[in-house]
């Protein structure tokens, strides 16, 4: 009832992940509607199909925020390095500069 689709990258697209969060809750109505639509025995089968979908999208969300925090601390460790260079640049000429 519900499909799942990775991204095959393991790096993070704020795009897809915006287009994902999206078609979860897309997807996520239209199961339930099927629901609401077909009572009875296959209700039970939707209900679990729904479920386990939440959980791919929750370990997916997981996923993220762990990238996230990794690309956090190698910025933050990558800045604190080199945190006298940037305070204090070698070269005071303005026409060196390429910004």
């Known amino acids: 009832v519900v499909s799942t689709q990775s991204t095959g990258s393991s790096g993070i697209n704020a795009e897809y992940g915006y287009a994902a969060f999206n078609n979860h809750y897309l997807e996520r109505a239209k199961s339930i509607s099927k629901l609401q639509k077909y009572p009875g025995d296959s209700s039970s089968c ?37 945190i006298d260079k940037i305070q204090k640049p070698r070269n005071d000429s303005h026409e060196l500069c390429l910004y």
């Open 46 to 82: 939707i209900k679990h199909s729904i479920q386990e979908y939440d959980e791919v999208v929750f370990m997916q969300l997981k996923s993220i925020a762990g990238k996230l925090y990794f690309y956090y601390l190698s910025m933050y460790d990558t800045i604190m390095k080199n």
